[in-house]
């Protein structure tokens, strides 16, 4: 018949529903007194207001989606069943609280007070925005739909992320507390949202998720207070959102990778055959932060910053982007350098080896390798003002070492450093010549070409030439023992080289002086 008309429930009005099925109403309909649905579902179809009381007992629906509806500042929303938004725009102005159950499902809802609920908040579809609070003490179940609009979520009764479909954060802060699990699906982000984790809250996911920037804005951000683990999944939980950790993050399996940058005060415990990789942005150890577990730690871009007195256990594995040692860093694992490099006028000491097949280590640091190591592959290794000690038995079995900028190498008393290949360490990069300083053994053990330092060479330990050619070209002093095997040489073809009263050469090879001034004091 056309025209539009209203329902209204006046302020000394009651309007109950009762029965077990769905009453439709698609007039606009405003409430001021209260409305009671004790069973099935009352769907308002027409839009409307209420400033009165809704009261939804356990079991019951109230829906809301055809037009728009809102609930103003006084109104209030009570009982245990569930109030849904399937549609339209729904408004809640108001301080009151409310013990219901909120389904969204789809349209909008809009906060722009402060609202809290004893029940459960799930959303399905549609979007949760509007700058106001919403408060869950039940959980919040989040399987699709938005966070938008610079309001804020708390969630204070945990809850669980299901569902392969995507899940868009933007401009909103949603605080977690509780016990959350992340089970499904990606999560795309942007303008500036937070997803904090609060002290004593867990945030577990059991999948290979990703948190993509990629709504634009400011990068959102995930700041981990509580404890964030990622439990299951063998790929990789990416976060392309900036990550802060001042608590726990537990790497059980799989791997995490943090290429949104952060920073990290707190704990981060990385599990055997785990991998906690960094790269696409900058992060920051803190001073007091810690890495603890037999797992690895991957830095393969950007630069990530050491500047704690940690006692670490994890592997580290640096493949690219620049690694800062700023302050005492000690792990009781290994170190490979595959790329990038180690720098910062910091100190790293590694009780596993040091395996070494490419990069650089520069910056006038120290790394303290006293696991020994392999220094493999045929890809050059850069050596410019970094001092590298050595300990336990290494070997280097490929690979050029260039070198300059006052660099040290120190063989250690009782360390081994054999070198099975004809090798060369270069003075190629500028500044002053790097020295290799040899208190423990060198050993050229196959080859039958030339070994070349033209680098600095100290000896005041065994120099021991099995085969093929030892060759010194940068100069240096010797009070210690050079054992030269038949058919093998000692060549000292560069710099100046002086011999200690106390230095000793023999053995059935040959000792060859073609360049620089050679010094015998007895």
């Not at 003002?385 to 250690?412: C, E, F, M, Q, R």
Request: proline letters at 1%; aromatic letters at 10%; hydrophobic letters at 30%.
């Amino acid at each position: 018949y056309g025209g539009t008309w209203t329902f209204t429930n006046a302020a000394t009005g009651n309007y109950t529903k009762s029965g077990s099925g769905t009453t439709r109403v698609y007039s606009i309909f405003n409430n001021s007194g209260a409305v009671s649905v004790q069973a099935g579902t009352l769907e308002l179809n027409g839009g409307g207001s209420s400033a009165g009381t809704v009261a939804v007992s356990s079991g019951a629906t109230l829906a809301l989606g055809g037009q728009n509806f809102a609930f103003g500042a006084n109104a209030t929303v009570t009982g245990a069943g569930t109030v849904q938004v399937y549609g339209a725009t729904t408004t809640f102005a108001g301080s009151a609280t409310n013990s219901a159950n909120f389904l969204f499902s789809g349209g909008n809802t809009t906060f722009s007070g402060t609202t809290a609920t004893a029940g459960n908040v799930t959303l399905s579809g549609g979007a949760i925005g509007g700058t106001g609070t919403l408060t869950t003490a039940g959980p919040f179940n989040w399987s699709s739909g938005d966070l938008k609009d610079g309001g804020i979520l708390n969630a204070n009764g945990g809850g669980t992320w299901s569902s392969t479909s995507a899940k868009y954060l933007y401009s909103h802060a949603l605080n977690l507390d509780g016990t959350t699990t992340w089970s499904a699906g990606p999560i795309y982000s942007g303008g500036g949202s937070t997803v904090t984790i609060k002290p004593g809250a867990t945030l577990t996911t059991n999948f290979d998720g990703y948190v993509h920037n990629n709504l634009g804005g400011t990068r959102a951000t995930f700041d981990n207070q509580g404890t964030l683990t990622k439990s299951a999944g063998t790929g990789s939980t990416t976060f392309d959102s900036a990550f802060t950790n001042s608590g726990t993050l537990n790497v059980v399996t799989g791997s995490v990778t943090l290429n949104g940058g952060g920073s990290s005060t707190g704990t981060v415990a990385v599990s055997s055959g785990a991998t906690l990789a960094l790269g696409g942005q900058n992060f920051a150890f803190g001073a007091n932060a810690t890495v603890t577990g037999a797992g690895t730690v991957q830095v393969y871009g950007a630069t990530t910053t050491f500047a704690g007195s940690a006692t670490n256990s994890a592997n580290f594995l640096f493949s690219g982007g620049n690694t800062t040692f700023s302050g005492t860093t000690a792990t009781a694992g290994n170190v490979t350098l595959s790329g990038g490099a180690i720098g910062g006028t910091g100190t790293l000491t590694t009780a596993g080896p040091f395996n070494w097949s490419s990069g650089d280590l520069k910056d006038g640091g120290i790394l303290n390798a006293n696991g020994g190591g392999t220094w493999s592959s045929t890809s050059a290794k850069y050596l410019y003002s970094h001092a590298l000690n050595l300990d336990g038995t290494t070997t280097w079995s490929a690979g050029p070492i260039y070198s300059g900028g006052g660099s040290t190498v120190t063989i250690k008393p009782g360390a081994t450093l054999t070198t099975n290949f004809d090798g060369y360490v270069h003075n190629n990069l500028g500044g002053t010549r790097a020295t290799f300083d040899n208190q423990g053994t060198l050993t050229k053990s196959a080859g039958t070409g030339s070994t070349t330092f033209d680098s600095a060479f100290t000896n005041s330990g065994t120099i021991n030439v099995v085969t093929g050619t030892l060759d010194l070209g940068g100069g240096g002093t010797h009070s210690g023992t050079v054992d030269v095997s038949s058919g093998a040489t000692f060549a000292l073809t560069g710099g100046d080289h002086t011999f200690s009263s106390g230095a000793v050469i023999n053995g059935a090879g040959s000792l060859r002086v073609s360049g620089g001034n050679t010094t015998f004091s007895g």
